[in-house]
């Protein structure tokens, strides 16, 4: 750890994990936030604070907000654009945020109603260890040192499995070679959020890295415990608050349940759909309501029982599901425990689409398309570490009619950032290299119906469409669901959970891969922690129901299309010597601008060499690579090429033998005879044999027409051309321009 950032704070306690040290320290820095502290991980340091509001409100739910911000002065950068500082938050940060939201919400006690806040800030970024992870164990720190009654603490770890090896909080370089990543966090002896990616790993090389990272969240959890003592003893007294839980009178309760009881469990075992179940429970609640309303004529002080019956009611429908699950063995919708819901799949379905697929599985629906472009398409990311091109995008929409709704859209919100990103991890290790195939590649999943697990809707659906579009995929991807009830120590797992499973049950388990092993896994609980042997059966669970999926999706298509989408733009890929990126581009750039305008292509250039050429018509693509594959090869002195004169001048010509190439025809090499004017034998755009006399060191040219003619007399007659300004011209055109160019 540096010294610079070593103990900024009063109070600095550290925890050796591997060969890092992890350091939480507080006591100096923000202290009139609830609670406050900066976890470091050498050089990279971040500030959590909590804050509560002091008066409860009037709500059903956690008012939490997690934030998490990156400030670009952490990296030594100024923000780029036209407004030099922070504004709205990247992809990054919201992503940051729900990480740190995940497994603090289940922490906090039932009935607390006062507006919170878990703020992170990163402060100091080393370009080796990422912050995100850092936030977790900071804002439950926070949280501990707070006012607030939360049943923490809860630390987190990032874990990768590099070359055979567990490593803890992995470096980016580290994490670029891995073959397993994973984010865990939990309490001591239980886990409450995984999410990572992998390279079709096994079930038990994921179980024993999770084995691994639990051992590092108990000392670190230790770690926050000696922390609030330290800061007691330091003087730092904080009285918890009392939960204000708003519960209805017993009398309101006994009656609309003993009214409700009976309807719920009938409709819960009735095997209804979505809309089925839905409409039993309302009208259910709309009956006790007119009951009541009715009552109310004789009994005045029956109208406050009016705002208890939705609660009431949810609360009977959320005991009454997991008991039938518990106890009688028996899920809502009468499926067995490991049953997957009833797949269809519609592929192709757009024509025009370069690759479309519709995967529905039970009430779920997501319409996937794949659109294949340039590497001018690829999205510039820019993150704290610095910018960088990303070159597969997954975009996840969820429109308000997928469940009967009436919202406008106004750009995605996190939920839809979160999916989108669990389903681009799922599907990333299963894409060709980009060597092998280097477009551009967009997944767009739009959920046209939702009831449970829309996210692994997207991650079958975009591998479909990919499959469609004949992009080379490794292999094919699904992902399913699972769910949890636990009580007591007895349990149940559910694979493929439907909506009602999800609000109701303990787990959100979402497991993603391929035949071979897991590429994408997000896991939430709602309880305070799940036991690695329960993880491992859930695991297990997960294993068959993808192998079914996976089994549904072959039966429709099994491998990638052998050839691309008629619609889809043909790309090549070549590679010039870094000193021809300057005759490529031409003079102000002229040589590109004319394959672009020529034969209707795109073509980008990459500092490397690197060139692409992208375009929808297949014999223009053919046309531009050819002339770009001939600005690679070198004049041979003594060889003849046929060329083509470009342009007239008084002491010669300048003859193009490749494209973009051109060498100098002096008047005294034009023919046997002695030549007054070039124009008397020449004139722009003719056709001429030429011989290459010499190239000298700066790659000029220097041709011969009458070496043709008669052999052995280009030495008769005619010297060499001065290098005047004029002369120069003749090595192939000014190097420099634009390194890339890609309008069409």
């Given at each position: ?683 722009e755009g003719d056709e001429v044999e030429v011989k290459v006399l010499e190239v000298d060191n700066d790659g000029k040219i220097r041709l011969s027409r009458k070496a043709i003619l008669a052999p052995g007399s280009e030495n008769e007659g005619g010297g060499r051309p001065s290098r005047d300004r004029e002369g120069n011209r003749g090595g192939g055109g000014r190097r420099g321009g634009p390194r890339s160019h890609s309008r069409r």
């Amino acid at each position: 750890m540096s010294s610079l950032s070593a103990s900024i704070q009063k109070i600095n306690l550290t925890e050796q994990v591997g060969d890092k040290t992890v350091s939480v320290q507080t006591g100096t820095l923000a202290k009139q936030a609830g609670g406050a502290v900066t976890v470091h991980l050498g050089d990279t340091v971040v500030l959590s604070t909590v804050t509560a509001q002091k008066n409860p409100k009037d709500v059903g739910f956690i008012p939490l907000t997690s934030e998490y911000r990156e400030r670009t002065y952490a990296a030594g950068r100024i923000p780029g654009g036209f407004f030099k500082r922070e504004s709205r938050p990247r992809e990054k940060e919201i992503l940051s945020s729900r990480l740190v939201d995940r497994p603090i919400r289940p922490l906090f006690p039932e009935g607390w109603r006062y507006e919170t806040m878990v703020h992170t800030i990163v402060l100091s970024v080393d370009g080796q260890n990422d912050s995100d992870v850092l936030s977790i164990t900071g804002g439950s720190a926070a949280l501990m040192l707070s006012d607030i009654p939360w049943n923490g603490p809860v630390s987190a770890v990032r874990v990768a499995l590099v070359e055979g090896a567990i490593v803890m909080f992995p470096t980016f370089e580290q994490r670029e070679k891995a073959e397993l990543e994973i984010v865990v966090a939990g309490k001591k002896g239980a886990l409450l959020m995984v999410e990572g990616t992998a390279r079709e790993v096994p079930e038990d090389v994921f179980i024993n890295a999770l084995d691994a990272a639990s051992k590092v969240i108990d000392r670190l959890c230790d770690l926050q415990l000696k922390l609030v003592a330290d800061s007691e003893a330091s003087g730092r007294k904080v009285a918890k608050r009392a939960v204000d839980a708003k519960t209805a009178p017993k009398p309101v309760t006994d009656y609309i349940t003993g009214k409700a009881l009976e309807p719920i469990k009938t409709a819960l075992r009735g095997k209804f759909d979505k809309f089925g179940l839905d409409s039993a429970i309302s009208g259910i609640k709309e009956g006790i309501v007119k009951e009541i309303e009715t009552a109310a004529a004789e009994h005045p002080d029956m109208v406050s029982w009016l705002p208890y019956v939705g609660r009431v009611i949810e609360d009977i429908t959320y005991t009454e599901s997991r008991a039938m699950v518990l106890n009688d063995r028996v899920r809502p919708d009468g499926r067995a425990f490991n049953e997957v819901r009833p797949i269809s799949i519609m592929l192709p379905v757009f024509a025009k689409l370069h690759g479309s697929a519709v995967f529905t599985r039970g009430q779920t629906q997501s319409l996937s398309s794949v659109t294949l472009g340039s590497p001018a398409d690829m999205q510039i990311m820019d993150v704290l570490e610095g910018e960088y091109k990303e070159r597969f995008l997954l975009h996840y929409n969820f429109p308000s009619f997928s469940v009967g709704e009436v919202k406008p859209e106004r750009g995605p919100g996190r939920r839809e950032i979160g999916h989108g990103a669990l389903a681009q991890r799922s599907l990333v290790p299963l894409l060709p290299p980009d060597e092998e195939f280097p477009y551009t590649i967009r997944v767009v999943s739009e959920i046209l119906e939702s009831n449970g697990s829309s996210s692994m809707a997207t991650v079958c659906g975009g591998s479909l469409a990919l499959f469609d579009a004949g992009v080379p995929m490794k292999a094919a991807c699904a992902g399913v669901a699972m769910g949890l009830v636990y009580e007591n120590g007895k349990y149940a797992i559910l694979t493929d959970i439907a909506g009602i499973e999800d609000h109701n049950g303990d787990m959100d388990f979402k497991v993603a891969g391929s035949e071979r092993g897991i590429t994408g896994f997000q896991m939430d609980m709602k309880v305070e922690g799940l036991s690695i042997s329960i993880m491992k059966e859930a695991l297990e669970a997960a294993r068959q129901g993808r192998l079914h999926i996976l089994g549904k999706m072959n039966e429709v298509i099994s491998k990638p299309r052998e050839a691309l989408s008629p619609n889809a733009p043909r790309l090549y890929r070549l590679q010039i010597p870094m000193d021809k990126i300057g005759a490529l581009i031409g003079p102000g750039g002229k040589n590109i601008r004319r394959l672009i305008e020529t034969y209707g292509v795109e073509v980008d250039v990459e500092d490397d060499g690197s060139v692409f050429i992208t375009g929808v018509d297949s014999d223009g693509c053919d046309k531009a690579k050819a002339e770009v594959e001939a600005l690679t090869v070198e004049a041979e002195v003594g060889k003849i090429y046929k060329g083509r004169v470009v342009s007239i001048k008084e002491f010669g010509a300048f003859v193009e033998i490749f494209p973009g190439r051109e060498g100098l025809l002096h008047i005294s090499q034009i023919d046997v005879t002695r030549v007054n004017r070039v124009e008397d034998v020449l004139k722009e755009g003719d056709e001429v044999e030429v011989k290459v006399l010499e190239v000298d060191n700066d790659g000029k040219i220097r041709l011969s027409r009458k070496a043709i003619l008669a052999p052995g007399s280009e030495n008769e007659g005619g010297g060499r051309p001065s290098r005047d300004r004029e002369g120069n011209r003749g090595g192939g055109g000014r190097r420099g321009g634009p390194r890339s160019h890609s309008r069409r």
